[in-house]
């Protein structure tokens, strides 16, 4: 009979698909792997995506299977971040983790349940079943030294880092974050998403191991912060294993982008994609078509429809509002300069809603990338050795946009953080991406990293022997 690894991965496609690539890996060395959804009531609107997702690798997979817990009731929370009632789902539905794992131990044992971050509360569950439990942490291990040592500043910091603005926050391992860098539902420590994060890292320690969705010559200073117990001060730093870039490729029909790129030459292409959430209004589409039309430079564009303010004006709107609706096709004759599309036909290619990134960024003919700074779009940029220029938008992406510019991997489109990048920005920043001296040095500390990321994965490589020594404790019932 096979061992099961439980996942549990918190709702958003992004966190499925990462928690996924991760049990894939784990199916190639005879576990079963078990995935246990939550029934949420904030996420409906992506539910069908979700479904084929599932469906989808579930045939494709034999033993990995896919277990939805039953709704529960979320009580009223004045916090306009979907992180809060994201909190208060997994706080809800552990009585029925804990049923649905005991039952699931009854038919083979159980080697590991293995938790997103969001879920950290689910650690009381494991404990009480006495089986193993694991943080998987789809970010960067910057964010995680900065995240596990948040408990730390709270207790010495009194004001809330709204009102901190450009002062520099210090966390073991890193650069001086600007307070006003940390993530949005962070801002605000009177705010019950503040208070939820405080208490998932403080947790976190507990777990057996965090797993992280990195590589050790990637990030070896805040790993370094973490091991030597700078990131929990008073606590027993946790085990780190490091085991990407775990890239997941979406096994669909050729896309039409990936033929148009074929006829392009190598790296002359800027790919534009901000991400599964992203979204611009008319305005600020407008202005990127400008630029992108005065650049003459070739492009591959992603373009979503701009966000419905309605939605945003919802109750629990604004972050909540990006989770529940499932955007419409965008009008792209309505929404960009009149003409726009047939005078840039010739070198340009603008793609409705979603693209396959990850195989576009591994296409010798994209050369550049403007991203929102997403975790996943970073280490899928580092395996197709693309620079990038950095446009951050939401959750922890302001935190990444710091490391990719201080290493060096990008620079920053300016006026971001306004909300208003200007038509003269984006041309500036497309054409350096590819023809300008900062593109082709960013350019080239990709490939370097690329190159590492390669070594991490291959067999004996620091990625490699993090899962195989997971493996061995888990197959020998250790912790
Ligand atoms: N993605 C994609 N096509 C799109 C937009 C997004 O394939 O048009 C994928 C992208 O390759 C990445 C994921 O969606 O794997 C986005 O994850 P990331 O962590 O970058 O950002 P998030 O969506 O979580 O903000």
């Known amino acids: 009979m096979k061992e099961t690894l439980v996942l549990y991965p918190s709702p958003g496609m992004g966190h499925l698909v990462s928690m996924v690539e991760l049990g894939k890996l784990f199916l190639t060395h005879g576990f079963a792997v078990a995935v246990i959804t939550v029934n949420s009531t904030y996420t409906t609107g992506a539910a069908s ?4 997702f599932m469906t989808r690798m579930s045939s494709a997979h034999p033993f990995l299977s896919f277990h939805r817990l039953p709704s529960v009731s979320l009580h009223p929370n004045a916090s306009p971040h979907h992180e809060a009632h994201a909190f208060d789902l997994f706080r809800l539905s552990n009585p029925h983790l804990l049923s649905l794992l005991s039952s699931l131990s009854q038919s083979s044992p159980v080697r590991a349940l293995i938790v997103d971050f969001f879920c950290t509360i689910a650690l009381d569950v494991a404990a009480e079943l006495a089986i193993p439990s694991y943080i ?16 730390a500043l709270h207790s010495k910091v009194t004001t809330s880092f709204k009102d901190l603005g450009d002062s520099p926050l210090h966390f073991p391992g890193l650069p001086p974050i600007p307070a006003r860098d940390m993530p949005l539902p962070m ?3 009177d705010d019950d998403a503040y208070k939820g994060f405080v208490a998932v890292f403080n947790r976190a320690p507990d777990a057996d191991g965090i797993i992280v969705n990195t590589f050790v010559s990637l990030e070896p200073r805040p790993l370094q912060a973490i091991a030597g117990g700078l990131a929990v001060p008073g606590k027993k730093a946790p085990p780190v294993h490091c085991v990407g870039p775990l890239i997941a490729i979406q096994p669909k029909l050729r896309h039409d982008c990936l033929d148009w790129l074929d006829k392009q030459p190598q790296q002359s292409v800027v790919f ?3 991400g599964s959430l992203g979204a611009f209004s008319a305005k600020q589409l407008h ?13 591959l564009w992603v373009v979503r429809s701009p966000p419905n303010p309605v939605a945003a004006l919802a109750p629990g709107g604004g972050e909540s509002a990006k989770l529940t609706e499932a955007p419409p096709e965008p009008e792209l004759e309505a929404l960009l300069p009149e003409g726009f599309l047939d005078r840039t036909g010739e070198r340009g290619l603008v793609v409705k809603s979603w693209a396959p990134q990850a195989e576009v960024l591994r296409h010798g003919a994209v050369g550049g990338f403007v991203t929102h700074c997403g975790w996943n779009s970073v280490l899928e940029a580092i395996v197709g050795g693309v620079a990038m220029v950095a446009w951050p938008l939401y959750a922890e992406q302001r935190m990444n946009k710091l490391m990719l510019v201080e290493k060096g991997l990008a620079v920053e489109m300016r006026g971001y953080e306004s909300g208003a990048v200007e038509a003269a920005e984006v041309e500036e920043r497309v054409k350096g991406v590819v023809e300008a001296e900062w593109g082709r040095e960013a350019r080239g500390r990709m490939e370097l990293l690329r190159l ?28």
């Not at 998987?136 to 408990?151: D, E, G, I």
């Not at 291959?458 to 020594?469: R, T």
């Open 49 to 52: 995506s979700t479904a084929t």
């Open 136 to 151: 998987f942490f789809t970010s960067s291990a910057a964010s995680l030294a900065a995240f596990l040592h948040l408990p």
């Open 187 to 189: 801002l605000d420590r």
């Open 272 to 274: 534009l994609c901000f």
């Open 287 to 299: 202005e990127i078509a400008i630029g992108l039309e005065k650049s003459q430079q070739k492009f």
């Open 452 to 479: 590492a990321a390669e070594a991490a994965m291959a067999d004996g490589g620091s990625s490699s022997v993090a899962v195989n020594d997971l493996v061995s404790k888990w197959k020998a019932g250790r912790r």
